[in-house]
């Protein structure tokens, strides 16, 4: 497995597969990026981070069966491996560990 640091893009991309497990291909994760982070999100983006969380065993892909409505092409879709989900679980516990640490006085009358 290649690299185990997870970026801020990597994460969310990660987090949108999960969200969509039986329709996670690259439009789909795109245009579900797009919609929750009110950002615009670029195709090419979307599928050079799924290539690179591929290189590190995060998310695994698979091609789906060829359809009339893509004249034939067929999707790729993605999921989560172990390490990927572990991975998740990590980010997440250390978010929460530093917003934890956050003296509550920080978030009063703010």
Known sequence: MKGTNLGEFEELVMLTVAALPDDAYSV????ELSNQTGRSVKLGVVHSVLNRLE???FVKSQ????????????KRFYQLTAPGKAALVRAKSMRDDLW???PSLVWKNG
């Open 28 to 31: 789909a994760i795109c245009d």
């Open 55 to 57: 290189e590190k065993g």
């Open 63 to 74: 091609l789906g069966e060829a359809t009339r409505a893509r004249g034939g092409k067929r």
């Open 100 to 102: 934890g640490r956050i």
